[in-house]
């Protein structure tokens, strides 16, 4: 097999290289036995190829493909270059050129990533040489689209920890005081019968009764009350989320929906008027009425203060993303770069995001209440409250916390993963797909860079977050909603993310965090600060230095000197205690205190959240 | 350590040898001050001029607008506020203050522009007198980027007239050098005549300091001392460095112009020189004298090292002083904000403003040439001459951030501020001119913030290899402030010689030492030892020793053999590579034809060529004490966040900031370096105690990005809750479609 795609020699090269080749095809198939498998997963075809890297020109080498993961090396070790895609990253598989196309490296196929980049290989253009590669790829990359399982479901991974264990809903609402004499918890819910997209353990105003939830469910789009999401420890001041008001064009009230917002606000003496955040713009919002949507008219809702925090759709994000990947994939746009991130928009969305979670948590901790709707309330709902909860709350800064808040505001509230995301799904083109995941981790992303003491993860970690968003390895951002991962058995079948990251904190852990509780963190969502996120969004690029990080190295170091030479000390002091008893003592004691107190409450803590 | 000779703190001394103003304003000034009791504590030298109150001065305390009663003053020194209420002594406040003038004092030369305010109208204020009415407000825009607002409207008349009329004078008007601050300064202080600075500078004024330079980097160039009496040329220093081959007669042939002057060798042996240029291109008689005069110096040069140069003229392909200018005043006025409302609507189009200044771009295209010159060094082991008009502006930026990228030593405290004399004070950057501190308006075409240039593109630098520099941000900021604090030698004059004439001017019969100005070096001047720790960057890791060792050997060794014309030129007889001793009439004929400029390649060529080279250095493991080069794409330069967002309150992150990452990282250094000191005290048997670590674990203030220069003042956090029309920007027709959701809405 001749690995150069010569088409003006091919009938000479080809002989000469097949002679030629024996060993080097022996040395080739070395070369991919030894690539990394997962247990659980299989190989399903290994090919010569050229992998046409956008940096450094085409690069020959070996293709392995398995039920996971698409993995490449290159023939000559020096310098190696690996290529690792899970096949959940891959949005679309296409051929490139025909069997006439003339051009060195013209035939071949072009796969689109959602992680942000494209990946081209090409092969030899005879015999239909990418026919089966092509139809694999295809295959095993949408597994849902053919019949087949998703890989976390074949996963023979095992960890020490246990991820599935992190969430536990009622012990979170007890973390938070709840129930308490204002709130109560309702199983209303447990088999989805309320509302299907919803968790099946809710907290809800103390004076609501099931039957009152019932009638308020008709009056919001796909049931999605109004239920709370965050109690603020020492004002009251809540955070629920809900959907929008089945209104229409009509301008229909609800009597029950309005006293239900009403006993909302009651639960909070300090809250004169309920503030509702409708994510939305404005003329959305309007334009929502049209299909029986709309939102809370004044006349209707008394004692609440409506405001529009003007975040666009799930399209606009799309193609916001879509504009984003052009300016950075494969090369940077250089002439001209600010300006075109800035026609990108991309920043501009996250701060809008950030501006909007701001004022929620400015409202709360002034204490007064509110409640968070979009449309249906689990797009940019999720990505408000959630980001609200992380500036008001210090433990969902923590490694622990910060899962905890994903499993409750995303997973159990319903954001859909699934159709978000695509898993497994050959439509790249599908409508219902949208970056609002990764809108919401770069806004996190952006909280760390301008607090970068204040979370116990580090930007390591939510790259991880990300890869695994898309690479279904695990169970955790599968499926649209509790009730379907229920039925689906996922907890059973499959592995969580976090038992893969809790059985290695250390790798996720930010040396630098400082446990402050007490301090609500607002970041400025102003473009002085903002930046784009260029270790992930541009991470593929090799001219962007990935520096690893020399300000958690440096103090990793000084950590180490610091216990080196406390140890030392001691040594010193206990060595000479014999002669010198007294004097020495109250030192030994004053020196070693910071020694217990400076690193391990992280650890401590880390353990035990609360 | 400054003492005062003449009285007090309190007194002020009447002015000694300059009239700065009427003698009419010397006497309001005393009866002023027997009248109020209220003046700053003045430094040596300092005289008040005119003083009014009570004025307000309107303050931005996180986000809510306020205002304080007080005193404004201007002295020879600054325009001064001082307030009615007691002085903060929070120890925050304290940790950063800057000794020569406070946070509501403003150095005359540090004022940039007035706006009147005229009931809600401001107008650019270039004149003390004024027509019709005298604006009720005062707003002072600072090179340090501070606004201040005062307000009149309750000053007597009279007072308020005065008081405007003096900061306008003072401030704006031109003057002569001698009424500038360090004059009377100087005169009043005694410099600690001990080595003034720590570390220790290089101060380049001797012949020994030059020799032990090109000891330092093994050159193999000659010293020229006798010029020590700028016999040779007042516009080259006392002491400088040419080529062996350049004779006597040469040095004395064009007024110092295209005599190429030695900067730095690289370990190859090849070296960076600079010149003033001489103007080739005339077609008149003299141009044939210029040209082979210039080839003859060329071959010096060229003869260094493998007999190999190649030119660059700046002025071919970086911008003029005019264009820095122009791009840094559209640049800083985004950070002179009035209001909130500005600060988000400006907020709206923030990047391609910034886009639109140029800024950013000129320091990219400062630092892209740099590393040009630098792969000529390290790959091709070829000498450069670098050149433009005077050779003291863009060869200063040039050569600088050549030397901070190969040697590690001027990344170091002590090191970089010895570039900075060896560059650029003795280099003979106009800094006078350039700062136009006297507002002279011939001068007004030569202002230009070329070293401000150098030290943003530093700071990109160090931003982008935190562990590679001694000193810190804060550093730097407090150095690019120090430009315009008129009271050091180094930003005072144009040049040595200049500096010189003054002093020779200044000593009067019967004085018998001359003026002293303290050098900006001598940080104690500005900041008490603590506060110097911000200088330090707490990630700068000195070499080890053991490290040091083994690399030395091998690495040299290498690179000269790397550099032997058999390997390096055989196969490259393109005229971008450097030349072999035969192809001396190539070199003639070149010369020619046209200047050697560019390496006789296309830009974009060139380019591609620095990319490689760039690629090829970054494929290595990054060593931070070797060559560094910038990465020069898009998303890698930065706004250098902390000079210019620190007095904007809407910009500032309580309790963030990349700060609150460095005081962790310089308080966990501080409890290491005393551990380590109690250890070698218990060794020698010594007592010990342990305060330093408990002293500095107290200081546990709250911080915000804008740490050190600005401290949030109340506890009680109210976010910036950005406004304005943000919505109708996004005109995508995607925003009009139905939202997703209500697809199957029941």
């Known amino acids: 097999m001749a690995s150069a795609p010569l088409p003006v020699y091919n009938s000479n090269s080809l002989d000469i290289s097949s002679c030629k080749n024996v060993s080097r095809e022996s040395l080739r198939m070395e070369l991919l036995t030894d690539a990394p498998l997962l247990p659980g997963e299989e190989r399903v075809i290994d090919k010569d190829i050229i992998y046409i890297c956008p940096f450094s020109g085409a690069i020959k080498g070996r293709v392995l493909i398995s039920n996971y993961r698409l993995f490449f090396r290159n023939v000559d070790a020096d310098p190696a270059v690996t290529l690792e895609v899970p096949l959940g990253a891959i949005s679309r598989v296409e051929k490139m050129g025909g069997a006439s196309s003339r051009g060195e490296n013209s035939y071949g196929l072009d796969i689109t990533c959602k992680d942000m980049r494209n990946l081209r290989f090409a092969l030899k253009q005879e015999g239909h040489s990418r026919r089966d590669i092509f139809d694999i790829l295809f295959r095993y990359a949408f597994p849902l689209s053919h019949g087949l399982q998703l890989f976390a479901f074949l996963s023979q991974e095992k960890f020490p920890e246990n991820g599935w264990n992190v969430y536990n809903p009622m012990q979170e609402f007890r973390r938070q005081g709840l129930p308490n004499d204002q709130w109560r918890v309702t199983f209303l819910n447990s088999t989805y ?168 948590a400015d409202r709360i901790s002034s ?229 217990p107190s400076s690193p391990p409450p992280r650890v401590t803590r880390l353990q035990t959240p609360f | 350590m400054l003492s005062t000779l003449g009285g007090g703190g309190g007194k002020p001394a009447k002015p000694s040898f300059v009239s700065y103003v009427t003698p009419e304003e010397i006497n309001q000034t005393e009866k002023e001050c027997s009248r109020k009791e209220k003046h700053p504590d003045l430094l040596p030298g300092e005289v008040i001029f005119c003083s009014a109150g009570p004025v307000l001065k309107s303050i931005k305390d996180d986000l809510f607008q306020r205002v304080v009663y007080g005193t404004l003053l201007c002295t020879n020194f600054r325009v001064s506020f001082i307030s009615d209420e007691a002085p903060s002594d929070e120890e925050a406040a304290q940790l950063f203050k800057n000794k020569l003038y406070g946070e509501n004092d403003i150095p005359l030369t540090c004022v940039d522009h007035i706006y009147g305010g005229f009931d809600d109208k401001k107008k650019l204020i270039i004149s003390g007198f004024v027509k019709n009415k005298y604006p009720s407000k005062i707003i002072v825009c600072c090179k340090d980027l501070r606004l201040f607002h005062f307000s009149l409207a309750y000053a007597k008349e009279e007072d308020a007239k005065k008081i405007f009329q003096g900061i306008v004078y003072h401030c704006l008007e031109p003057k002569s050098l001698k009424c500038v601050f360090a004059f009377s300064y100087g005169e009043k202080t005694l410099l600690n005549k001990e080595n003034q600075t720590k570390p220790k500078t290089v101060m380049f004024d001797t012949s020994e300091d030059w020799a032990q330079e090109i000891k330092r980097t093994k050159g193999n160039c000659k010293l020229i001392s006798n010029n020590a009496d700028f016999s040779i040329s007042a516009k080259l220093p006392q002491f400088f460095i040419v080529p062996t081959h350049v004779t006597q007669e040469d040095l004395t042939k064009f007024d110092g112009k295209g005599i190429p002057i030695w900067c730095w060798s690289h370990h190859s042996g090849c070296a960076l020189f600079k010149t003033a240029s001489l103007p080739l291109m005339q077609e008149d008689a003299s141009s044939q004298l210029y040209k082979s005069y210039m080839e003859g110096m060329l071959n010096a040069v060229a003869q260094t090292h493998l007999y190999s140069v190649k030119t660059e003229e700046l002025s071919d392909s970086l911008p003029t002083v005019q264009d820095i200018q122009q791009s840094y005043s559209k640049f800083k006025q985004f950070f002179l904000l009035d209001n909130t409302n500005d600060f988000w609507m400006t907020d709206v189009k923030w990047f391609s403003s910034l886009e639109g200044s140029c800024w950013l771009d000129i320091i990219r295209q400062c630092l892209a040439k740099a590393v ?111 430009i315009d604090v008129s009271v050091f030698s180094t930003f005072l004059f144009n040049s040595p010689h200049h500096m010189a004439s003054i002093a020779k001017a200044m000593l009067e019969p019967g004085q018998r030492s001359p003026v002293n100005w303290p050098t900006v070096w001598d940080w104690s001047v500005q900041f008490d030892s603590r506060a110097q720790d911000f200088f330090i ?210």
């Open chain 2, 372 to 482: 040009e010159v630098v792969e000529c060094l390290e790959k091709e082991n070829t000498n450069v001459l670098i050149m433009e008009e005077e050779g003291s502006d863009l060869c200063c930026v040039i050569s600088s951030l050549v030397q901070l990228m190969f040697d590690p030593y001027y990344r170091t405290l002590g090191g970089f501020q010895s570039l900075i004399q060896k560059e650029w004070v003795m280099g003979g950057h106009r800094f006078l001119d350039r700062c136009n501190h006297l507002h002279l308006k011939d001068k007004e075409q030569s202002q230009a913030p070329v070293f401000l240039l150098f030290l943003e593109s530093v700071w990109q630098l160090q931003q982008q290899y935190p562990p590679a520099f001694q000193f810190s941000e804060t550093y730097l900021t407090v150095l690019s402030d120090s």
């Open chain 1, 193 to 360: 019968e309320l509302c299907d997209t919803y968790p099946s353990i809710l907290v809800v105003p103390y004076t609501a009764s099931d039957e009152d939830l019932r009638r308020v469910a008709t009056f919001r789009s796909r049931s999605r009350i109004s239920v709370l999401s965050w109690i603020h420890p020492e004002n009251q001041a809540v955070i629920t989320r809900c959907s929008q008001p089945l209104v229409g064009m009509g301008g229909k009230r609800n009597r029950d929906d309005e006293r239900y917002l009403e006993l909302i606000r009651a639960t909070n003496r300090t809250t004169s008027k309920l503030t509702i955040f409708d994510a939305r713009p404005n003329v959305n919002a309007v334009a929502n009425k049209a299909t029986g949507g709309g939102y809370e008219g004044e006349d209707a809702y008394q004692n609440a203060e409506l405001v529009f925090l003007d975040i666009q759709n799930i399209h606009v994000m799309r193609e916001s993303l879509k504009k984003l990947k052009d300016i950075v994939f494969p090369n940077v746009e250089e002439s001209h770069w600010l300006s075109s991130l800035e026609s990108t928009h991309w920043l501009e969305h996250i701060k809008l995001v950030l501006s909007g979670a701001i004022q929620v």
């Open chain 2, 537 to 746: 960057n707490p990630l700068y890791m000195e070499r080890s020793r053991q490290d040091k060792a083994p690399r030395k050997m091998p690495r040299p060794k290498h690179q000269r053999h790397q550099s032997l014309p058999s390997s390096a030129f055989k196969f490259s007889p393109s005229a971008k590579k450097g030349f072999l001793k035969d192809e001396t009439d190539s070199l003639k004929k070149m010369l020619r034809v046209k200047r050697l400029s560019r390496w006789m390649n296309s830009p974009d060529s060139a380019q591609a060529s620095t990319r490689e080279f760039f690629v090829a250095w970054q494929r290595r493991p990054l060593d931070y004490h070797g060559l560094l080069l910038p990465c020069l794409e898009g998303p890698t330069l930065r706004l250098w966040s902390q000079r210019y967002l620190r007095w904007i309150p809407e910009a500032q992150i309580f309790g963030g900031g990349s700060i609150t990452i460095l005081k962790k990282l310089a308080d966990l250094l501080a409890e290491v370096q005393d551990l380590r000191g109690n250890l070698d005290r218990q060794a020698c048997r010594a007592d010990f105690n342990h305060q330093g670590v408990v002293a500095r674990a107290k200081s546990s203030i709250q911080l915000s990005s804008a740490f050190p220069f600005t401290m949030p003042r109340s506890r009680s956090f109210k976010p910036a809750i950005p406004i304005g029309p943000l919505h109708s920007l996004i005109t995508d027709s995607l925003a009009d479609q139905e939202d997703e959701e209500n697809l199957g809405i029941v």
């Open chain 1, 367 to 595: 204490g007064s209440s509110v409640v968070v709707h979009c449309s249906d309330g689990w797009d940019r709902t999720a990505q408000l409250s959630s980001l609200a909860m992380l500036m008001l709350d210090g433990y969902y800064r923590t490694l622990r916390g910060f899962q905890v808040l994903l499993e409750k505001e995303w997973l159990s509230f319903g954001h859909k993963f699934a159709s978000r995301i695509g898993h497994g799904d050959k439509n790249h083109a599908d409508a219902d797909r949208s970056p609002i995941f990764l809108q919401f981790v770069d806004c996190v992303w952006q909280m760390t860079k301008q607090f970068p003491t204040a979370f116990q993860f580090n930007e390591h970690f939510l790259v991880t977050l990300l890869d695994h968003l898309y690479s279904c390895r695990f169970g955790t951002f599968l499926f649209n909603c509790e009730s379907m991962r229920e039925a689906s058995e996922v907890k059973k079948k499959t592995v969580s993310l976090w038992s893969f990251i809790n059985s290695e904190p250390s790798s996720y852990s930010n040396p630098f965090f400082t446990v402050d509780l007490s301090h609500v963190l607002y970041p400025v969502a102003s473009m002085r600060h903002l930046e784009l996120w260029v270790s992930y969004y541009i991470r593929w690029n090799p001219r962007i230095r990935q520096q690893q990080s020399p300000m958690e190295q440096r103090y990793k170091e000084l950590l180490a000197l610091k216990e080196q030479y406390l140890k030392k000390l001691e040594e010193l002091q206990l060595s000479d205690r014999a002669p010198q008893v007294f004097p020495r003592g109250p030192h030994l004691s004053n020196s070693a205190s910071p020694s």
